[in-house]
Nanobody, 123 residues
Framework: QVHVVESGGGLVQAGESLRLSCAAS????????MGWFRQAPGKEREFVAY????????YVDHSVRGRFTISRDNSKTTVYLQMNSLKTEDTAIYYC????????????????WGQGTQVTVSS
């Protein structure tokens, strides 16, 4: 079983940066990908970015591309989401999730979720 815990959220002003961290534990050797998602008030949860641990590839949703970057540390058990030039519309609870499925295809395949970390961007 895999567990993930997010950290790094907070209150910032528009234009500032934050880095979120997601630490994985448990059977991390089974992880095939980790991703970041967010849910704004009154909206559905949406995909932000993923890091595929098998191929090393990363992908960032077009809505935040150019401002957000996903990366993985040398220990390979923590994934980061660097968020620059934050906008008020980035305000949301940010969730980290992991999947152990080979050949995963959708974010519905992510079965291990954290509790989320609040990011609030003020104008």
């Amino acid at each position: 079983q895999v567990h993930v815990v997010e950290s790094g959220g907070g209150l910032v002003q528009a234009g500032e940066s934050l880095r979120l961290s997601c630490a994985a534990s448990g059977r991390t050797e089974d992880i095939t990908a980790m991703g970041w998602f967010r849910q704004a008030p009154g909206k559905e949860r949406e995909f932000v970015a993923y890091n595929d641990w098998r191929s090393g590839s990363t992908y960032v949703d077009h809505s935040v591309r150019g401002r957000f970057t996903i990366s993985r540390d040398n220990s390979k058990t923590t994934v980061y989401l660097q968020m620059n030039s934050l906008k008020t519309e980035d305000t949301a609870i940010y969730y980290c999730a992991a999947t152990t499925q080979e050949g995963w295809g959708t974010w519905a395949d992510f079965g291990s979720w954290g509790q989320g970390t609040q990011v609030t961007v003020s104008s």
